[in-house]
């Protein structure tokens, strides 16, 4: 083993490493290979960079935009009709004909686009004929993974894989090469779905009707156990406050559904409506979190306590910091971005227009050049120069605390009484700080000072609190505990019920700007004027508090809200509403069009009139030309993160050919299959494939298996295509986990699946095609000799 072999093996084994873990993003760590080849010479310049430019790649996400101008034509409406029209009522029929159509769309269309496009009429057909949608959505994801086998273009690894052998001076396969093989593990797959998977499938009683579709969400996402009432008394010190001054959403995770006053109900009230004596507020979230926060007005002031607050002073400093341009801080939430933890400071305020906003500051995102006011220790605020976050420190003195801040109103002492119920609680506990914007500045207990104590601090009885914060928020906190829970609230119910406040079942879209964003930060009331009931992940609701919560691709999510804002969200990109609302039907007038111009793109790689990536650079173009997309669309229906994956990796091939690597693991393969002939070797490289695909993107995977097939078949004196195809069939054919594929995790939320589940149908299914491909390959791609 030479030395460059050993670094690229070195390079390829981290990069498996950082794909499994996923500690890094996978298209960041195909940047990371790149620039690791590139800076230890085992590629030149140019070929570090040829993958943008390659044709597979270009091919790849022309195609995206191809799909995407077929889906926004209106191509699913028609579809959804149509298999309406074909599958009648049973199960058997509609698993077929659902499956038959995402695997010949897949066969032209991105297979994640074509799920996204097929989801929400697969929901609806299961709610009119009674099916569960479990039934029929992992049939779905399958059959676009299937379909994709057909053709050239159907999936990124067939691209990948016909490239590679034109890179090392092979025919390319053309675009159908792969129908006849694929076209038979499609049928074959399909046909054992229907027989025989579908009684592996989770079964869910299926909705009947709009009043009892809206109970069975109800129940699925356990609300009704999560609804209660808080009665306002007529002399409650929240009288005359807004509903924002109140913080009872906020403070408590409830999300406020209905007012009720004089017997009459406004659903989703307004931040800005002002309490009244005996109003009912309808709520819905734990009622054991919103008693915690009632514990809290225990709390007494003590009006005079100068002496604790000089001692305090004398250890505690405030600085203002200027947040650097290039801080990985920059575009966190001031509560997710850890200053008590990296530089063991809190955060007090941020000057923003003019002035510092010191209320509401938790889901407040940083940006470059914020100025943030800084308290902690004096040794530690001493030492924030040296943390490369900051661009400029300036610590402040008394004079000018007083002036912009207002310090010394904003300090006051507070008394835990001996037997409160907050003795032996944590500060953790508290959404004080959250919520209040109350900070604990220090503690005071049998004459010894704890300054700036961290969340693990245990209260006790007859503790001095130094509190930092405003004056009128403990009166809220003390208006919240005369609030009366009635927790009996059946016949209250029916404004969930009614025409005014709906419930709605949706999924994020595959390239929604929300994944990986926490509903918190989203504030889905401020942003779309509706409320994330719950969220469905991995085959049951997740827990109570949402806010902290970072959405995911696949999960299902209940939201909540007036009729009319929720059928806004059709129109919305980052959604695939999957109950309908009685939305008008999409603008199909276009489709045709779109259709056309899909089958030019085919027709003319057919003919041999253009390669398929001018083909397809060429059509998507024309579909914005002609309006079935604009270019924004376009743009936004790239999967970037897939192109820069590809592009990434593609290096590693070359550097792997070049040094000698892919000849050396394909020398061990011979070692451990050689002697057994061309065949098992085949089904040996088909087999590793098929595996890897539950750890590594399958496009990566290609990329690393090609050369290494190439190699293989070169020593034992074959052309490589048939050892080719079936990697192809083996990269495609991701079934056995919701993470071998998008796919397969787009449907898992709305299907309700668990892991389990895909392992069930899966495993089974990858095996069929593996025994169809391996039958099947001597008879359409039989072994010949390599040429000379």
């Not at 779109?594 to 057919?606: E, K």
């Not at 048939?722 to 990697?727: N, W």
């Not at 699946?753 to 791609?781: A, C, E, N, Q, S």
Request: include cysteine; proline fraction near 5%.
């Amino acid at each position: 083993m030479t030395f460059e072999i050993a670094l690229v093996l070195g390079i390829l084994a981290i990069s498996l490493i950082l794909f499994v873990s996923e500690v890094i993003r996978m298209d960041l760590v195909a940047l990371l290979v790149l620039c690791a080849l590139a800076v230890t010479g085992l590629v030149t310049t140019t070929q570090a960079f040829a993958g943008f430019s390659n044709s597979a790649v270009i091919t790849v996400w022309a195609m995206f935009i191809l799909s995407a101008g077929l889906t926004r034509t209106g191509i699913a409406d028609i579809i959804g009709r149509q298999v309406m029209r074909l599958a009648g009522r049973r199960e058997i029929s509609m698993i077929v004909v659902i499956m038959i159509t995402a695997a010949v769309l897949s066969a032209f269309m991105n297979n994640i686009g074509v799920a996204a496009l097929m989801l929400p009429v697969v929901v609806e057909v299961a709610r009119r004929t009674r099916i569960p949608p479990s039934r029929l959505l992992m049939p779905l994801a399958y059959a676009t993974l299937l379909g994709g086998l057909m053709t050239m273009i159907g999936t990124p690894p067939n691209l990948l894989i016909s490239e590679s052998l034109t890179q090392n001076g092979y025919e390319s396969f053309s675009l159908f090469d792969f129908t006849p093989l694929g076209g038979a593990v499609m049928v074959i797959g399909v046909a054992f779905i229907a027989l025989f998977g579908r009684f592996l499938l989770p079964t869910i009683k299926p909705d009947r009707g709009r009043q009892q579709s809206q109970r069975s969400l109800r129940n699925r996402y356990k609300l009704q156990e999560r609804t209660f009432m808080l009665r306002v008394p007529m002399d409650s010190i929240l009288v005359g406050k807004t509903l924002s001054q109140t913080r009872i959403g906020s403070s408590t995770g409830l999300i406020i559904l209905a007012l009720t006053r004089n017997g009459r109900s406004e659903t989703l009230p307004g931040r800005q409506t002002v309490l009244r004596g005996d109003d009912g507020i309808l709520v819905q979230g734990r009622v054991d979190q919103f008693k915690e926060l009632q514990r809290w007005s225990d709390l007494v002031i003590e009006r005079e306590a100068p002496v604790l607050k000089s001692m305090v002073a004398a250890k505690i400093a405030y600085a203002e910091v200027d947040l650097a341009e290039g801080s990985p801080l920059v575009g966190e939430l001031v509560r997710h971005a850890g200053f008590r933890t990296r530089f063991n400071i809190s955060v007090v305020g941020i000057y923003r227009r003019n002035t510092y906003r010191l209320t509401n500051l938790a889901y407040v995102p940083l940006r470059s050049g914020d100025r943030i006011l800084v308290q902690g220790e004096v040794e530690e605020i001493a030492e924030l120069d040296k943390f490369a976050d900051f661009s400029d420190v300036r610590l402040l003195t008394g004079e000018q605390l007083s002036d912009q801040y207002n310090a010394d109103e904003r300090m006051f002492v507070v008394r835990l009484p001996k037997f409160s119920g907050l003795a032996e609680a944590t500060l953790e506990k508290s959404r004080l700080a959250d919520v209040f914007d109350f900070r604990v500045v220090a503690v005071f207990r049998d004459g010894i000072l704890k300054v700036m104590p961290r969340g693990d601090e245990v209260l006790e009885g007859g503790d001095l609190l130094l509190i930092e914060g405003q004056h009128e928020d403990l009166d809220v906190l003390r208006g919240l505990q005369e609030l009366d829970v009635e927790t009996k609230v059946t016949a209250n119910l029916g404004a969930l019920q009614s025409e005014r406040l709906t419930l709605m079942d949706a999924t994020l879209d595959p390239h929604s700007s929300l994944a990986g964003r926490s509903v918190g930060e989203l504030n889905f009331r401020e942003r779309y004027g509706i409320e994330l009931a719950g969220i469905w992940r991995e085959g049951g609701p997740i827990g109570m508090e949402l806010a902290e919560e970072r959405l995911q691709i696949g999960d299902a999510l209940l939201l909540l809200g007036p009729r009319d804002r929720l059928q806004l969200l059709s129109d919305d990109a980052d959604f695939l509403i999957l109950t309908p609302l009685g939305q008008a039907p999409p603008d199909t007038r276009r489709a045709p069009l779109a259709a056309l111009i899909m089958l030019a793109v085919v027709l003319s790689v057919m003919a041999g009139y253009a390669h398929i990536s001018i083909a397809a650079v060429v059509g998507g173009t024309i579909m914005v030309l002609t309006g079935c997309l604009t270019m924004e669309q376009a743009y936004r229906a790239i999967d970037w993160r897939s192109i820069f994956l590809i592009a990434g990796m593609l290096p590693l091939g070359t550097a792997m050919q070049d040094s000698g690597t892919a000849a050396y693991l394909a020398d061990q393969v011979m070692l451990l299959l050689g002697d057994a002939g061309p065949w098992p070797v085949i089904a040996g490289l088909y087999v590793l494939t098929a595996m890897g695909t539950m750890i590594i993107p399958t496009a990566a995977l290609v990329v690393l298996m090609a050369p290494i097939v190439l190699s293989a078949m070169g020593e034992m004196g074959l052309a490589p295509e048939t050892a080719m195809m079936a990697v192809a069939m083996a990269a495609s054919a991701s079934f056995t986990s919701p993470i071998s594929h998008p796919a397969n995790i787009l449907v898992m939320g709305p299907g309700g699946y668990r892991f389990v589940d895909y392992i069930k149908v899966g495993v089974p299914l990858t095996i069929v095609v593996f025994i169809t491909v391996m039958v099947l390959l001597p008879i359409l791609w039989p072994l010949v000799p390599a040429s000379p």
